[in-house]
Antibody
């Protein structure tokens, strides 16, 4: 059974750093892209970008470029989303999902990680 | 304001049909496949349709998809209370070089 399991909810202060995770199982992790999607409170879905675990190729949506970093650890089938300095506007649920390509088709999704940034 | 435009809400009685439109442009829907997602509040999105009109296994044929030039449409027939959710279209945009989601449409079963 294909599963993406994300790390638990986080509460952080502005300026702090954070790394959340997405662990894949039940499939060949290396050969499927992992996409990251943001959902701010009461808002719609926003595609942040995508990473290919086999070689760590990444593509960021322009509005997220330089704001976050995607990474993977192939040895433990885990993808990461990282911030160096959080802002209150980063408060959102972050989903990871499995994609075969850039078409926007993601067939399996993680359960989401709620990140709350508040002083 | 999303580049892909969806109606904020649609509603119908149980057993009826609803359609949800997704309007884009030549750089996105005009050149690329469209996917559709269902999101029940508090849960992760679920893939409903891909490559405009294909259903993943397990998705009932009450759900249908189509695309014409720069617009796509999701149809739901035989509406059930379990269909109450937010629905999003998604596609690649060649100009923005990113996947775009529509703003989402809330389906209410009256």
């Amino acid at each position: 059974e294909v599963q993406l399991v994300q790390s638990g909810a986080e509460v952080k202060k502005p300026g702090e750093s954070l790394k959340i995770s997405c662990k894949g199982s039940g499939y060949s992790f290396s050969i499927y892209w992992i996409a990251w999607v943001r959902q701010m409170p009461g808002r719609g879905l926003e595609w942040m970008g995508i990473i290919y675990p086999a070689d760590s190729r990444t593509r960021y949506t322009p509005s997220f470029q330089g704001q976050v970093t995607f990474s993977v650890d192939e040895s433990i089938n885990t993808a990461y989303l990282q911030w160096n300095s959080l802002e209150a506007s980063d408060t959102a649920i972050y989903f990871c999902s499995r994609s075969i390509d850039f078409s926007g088709k993601s067939d399996f999704w993680g359960q989401g990680t709620l990140v709350t940034v508040s002083s | 304001q999303s580049v892909l435009t969806q109606p904020p809400s649609v509603s119908a009685a149980p057993g009826q049909k609803v359609t949800i439109s997704c309007s884009g442009s030549d750089s996105n829907i005009g050149k690329n496949h469209v996917s559709w997602y269902q999101q029940v509040p508090g849960t992760a999105p679920k893939l409903l349709m891909y490559e405009n009109a294909k259903r993943p296994s397990g998705i009932p044929d009450r759900f249908s998809g189509s695309k014409s030039r720069t617009s796509a449409t999701l149809g739901i027939t035989g509406l059930q209370t379990g269909d109450e959710a937010d629905y999003y279209c998604a596609t690649w945009d060649d100009s923005l070089t990113a996947v775009l989601f529509g703003g989402g449409t809330k389906v209410t079963v009256l």
